[in-house]
């Protein structure tokens, strides 16, 4: 029997953001900040999201490594990828993010490699509201390593789900 995430319409989804040129027109007209910082989509599965952003001209802060916020942006873009794929497999569903801690270990530089596995986790509270019409939480964990697979920071992004009626 198949999984709700593996509906036709969550399939359709995850072809479209797999597709580079896609992806990248996505970002242009609904994540403009996103596409300026150069963010990339390097995989995607019912369980896990990775997103990659570089430090660069448009990615830097005074101090030589990328700016919080668009690591912020790369780790947020990890869990809200899953959680948008697995609300297009069935009836709508309103989803926002309500909370966001992160941790720094490490300066960040080069390529920075967000992956979030709690693809699970957002399948579960999506079918919860919509079996009970009330909203569900999901705290997300993306974990940003470097070139080195040094862990240079933790984000713990707090999405919030809820059945439209």
């Not at 990339?40 to 802060?61: H, M």
């Not at 979030?116 to 019409?133: L, M």
């Not at 470097?146 to 933790?154: L, N, R, S, T, W």
Request: aromatic fraction near 8%; hydrophobic fraction near 50%.
């Amino acid at each position: 029997m198949p999984k709700p995430t593996d509906s036709a319409a969550a399939a359709a989804f995850r072809r479209q953001v797999l597709s580079p040129a896609k992806l990248r027109l996505f970002m242009l007209r609904k994540l403009p900040m996103a596409w300026l910082a150069g963010l990339r989509l390097r995989a995607l599965t019912a369980e896990a999201a990775t997103v990659t952003v570089r430090y660069k001209y448009l990615t830097q802060n005074p101090f030589c490594s990328i700016y919080f916020a668009c690591l912020a942006m790369a780790a947020e873009l990890a869990s809200g990828l899953q959680a948008m794929m697995h609300v297009q497999a069935g009836g709508p569903v309103s989803m926002l993010v309500t909370g966001l801690e992160a941790t720094f270990t490490k300066k960040a530089t080069g390529l920075i490699a967000f992956t979030c596995p709690d693809g699970s986790a957002i399948a579960q509270a999506v079918a919860e509201s919509r079996a009970t019409g009330e909203g569900r939480t999901v705290v997300c964990t993306s974990t940003g390593r470097d070139e080195a697979d040094d862990v240079v920071a933790v984000f713990r992004v707090t999405w919030s789900f809820r059945a439209k009626r």
